[in-house]
């Protein structure tokens, strides 16, 4: 059966950062399955070389999002490759978690960096191409946290860079409307990745984040894929500005 034209990303070109393990490992295997010509990105060179056996076609390109330098040479090598890009995955980031008092100015500005200093000098290069060919689809991993606080897990920086990422989603979807390109966020709640291994490898928190969790659980990373193809798909060609929250009802409570 041939796919729905609506949700068909045969051929398209999904540049993907923080690619080498969970969230973005997960999205390059949906988009590859999908037919998609995936450009994976991350600092862990043996990660992405491991990826890209596992996913035929595909292109892998070291890259460090907090240097701008190394955002601009993955879109010329990814020009290069391909000759466009449609859709742009910013997943790559980081986090710190600890009370706000003892959170260092140096650390609250490096995750800054990294989870919105780095997104806008990577959305801005690989706008510039899609602006040219007037249309392409921008997707960045935001996080429940981007909309509530995230109280009894005190994390500043991350709370203030990601609702930071929405509003700038906001911002850029507005800004390129009439020019052919979306600009668009996803909010996950707590997945099962390196970043949150901590959280799922202590009962108590477990039991915390289940409780908390409208759902009652977790959520499994092929629960994002949906709202991933969504959003670089033309089924939501009319869609920009806007976050998506896949959170098991976390923000709706």
Not at 24 to 51: I, Q
Not at 167 to 180: D, K, S
Request: aromatic share 6%; net charge negative; with cysteine.
């Amino acid at each position: 059966m041939s796919p729905d034209p609506l949700f068909d990303l045969t051929d398209r070109v999904v540049v993907i950062t923080g690619a080498s393990s969970g969230i973005g490992a997960s999205a390059a295997r949906c988009y590859a399955e999908r037919g998609a010509r995936v450009v994976l990105a991350a600092r862990r060179k043996e990660r992405l070389d491991e990826l890209a056996a596992e996913l035929p076609g595909s292109l892998p390109v070291p890259c460090d999002v907090g240097d701008p330098a190394a955002c601009q040479d993955l879109v010329d090598r990814t020009l290069a490759e391909h000759g466009r890009i449609d859709v742009l995955v910013n997943n790559a980031g980081t986090h710190h978690i600890g009370p706000a008092e003892d959170e260092s100015v140096e650390t609250f500005r490096g995750v800054v960096d990294v989870n919105l200093n780095a997104v806008f000098a990577l959305t801005r290069a690989a706008a510039r191409p899609m602006l040219d060919a007037g249309r392409g689809s921008v997707i960045t991993v935001a996080s429940m946290f981007g909309l509530v606080g995230s109280g009894q897990v005190p994390q500043a920086s991350y709370a203030a860079s990601k609702g930071a990422v929405v509003n700038l989603t906001r911002e850029l979807g507005a800004q390129w409307a009439r020019r052919g390109v979306r600009v668009n966020a996803i909010a996950p709640a707590f997945f099962s990745t390196e970043m949150t291994t901590g959280m799922f490898s202590d009962e108590g928190a477990e039991r915390w984040m289940r409780r908390q969790t409208p759902m009652g659980r977790a959520g499994e990373l092929a629960e994002l894929h949906g709202a991933l193809v969504y959003l670089a798909a033309d089924a939501s060609s009319y869609v920009t500005g806007t976050t998506l929250s896949v959170d098991g009802g976390w923000t709706a409570v």
